[in-house]
């Protein structure tokens, strides 16, 4: 009996500390998300110009293979979770 609580106990801290990892791992995901669409649209809209316009191409095109590999992030983190 003394045996079964302890595994009991065991795995109720193992699925708590999963629970938290998960939790964690979805807020970087979205402070990552959040970071790259902020200083993306940061640099077109106050640096614009000439001078940005390469790197403005390079996210246009690169548009759809951000978007999913955050949200292939989300889906993890949150499954994690």
């Known amino acids: 009996r003394q045996m079964a609580l302890q595994m009991q106990e065991k795995l ?7 629970t938290k990892q998960g939790i964690y791992l979805f807020n970087g995901t ?3 998300e959040a970071s790259y669409s902020l200083v ?10 000439a001078r940005t316009m390469e790197f403005n191409e390079r996210v246009y ?10 949200l292939g ?9």
């Open 61 to 70: 095109r690169s548009r759809s293979r951000v978007h999913y590999f955050f």
């Open 30 to 32: 979205c402070f990552a």
């Open 12 to 18: 109720t801290q193992s699925v708590d500390t999963l």
């Open 40 to 49: 993306t649209t940061s640099v077109e809209a106050y640096l614009g110009g």
């Open 73 to 81: 992030m989300g889906a993890v983190a949150s499954s994690a979770a």
